[in-house]
């Protein structure tokens, strides 16, 4: 059997402007979940990787902030 490609190429969508219209609202209504969901997921990623890189502050300029007593501020 022999395969055979067909390209396709697409020069025109003929589509009424109100019903584009429509299709772009539900569409952006339907990214704000999607927006919520990856802010939850970039938030558990940064808040672990803030957790695991959060103790190689000492003995920097970042790690004497908080004026501890033992160090004379």
């Given at each position: 059997?022999?395969?055979?490609?067909?390209l396709?190429?697409?020069?025109?969508i003929?589509m009424?402007?109100w019903?584009?219209v429509?299709f772009?609202?539900?569409?952006?209504?339907?990214?704000?979940?999607?927006?919520?969901?990856?802010?939850f997921?970039?938030?558990?990623f940064?808040?672990i990787?803030?957790?695991?890189?959060g103790g190689f502050n000492?003995g920097t300029?970042a790690?004497?902030?908080?004026g501890s007593?033992g160090?004379g501020?």
């Amino acid at each position: 059997m022999e395969e055979k490609n067909n390209l396709v190429v697409v020069v025109d969508i003929r589509m009424p402007f109100w019903s584009m219209v429509v299709f772009m609202v539900k569409w952006s209504i339907a990214a704000i979940p999607a927006i919520i969901i990856l802010f939850f997921i970039f938030s558990l990623f940064f808040m672990i990787l803030g957790g695991l890189l959060g103790g190689f502050n000492e003995g920097t300029w970042a790690g004497h902030l908080g004026g501890s007593p033992g160090r004379g501020g």
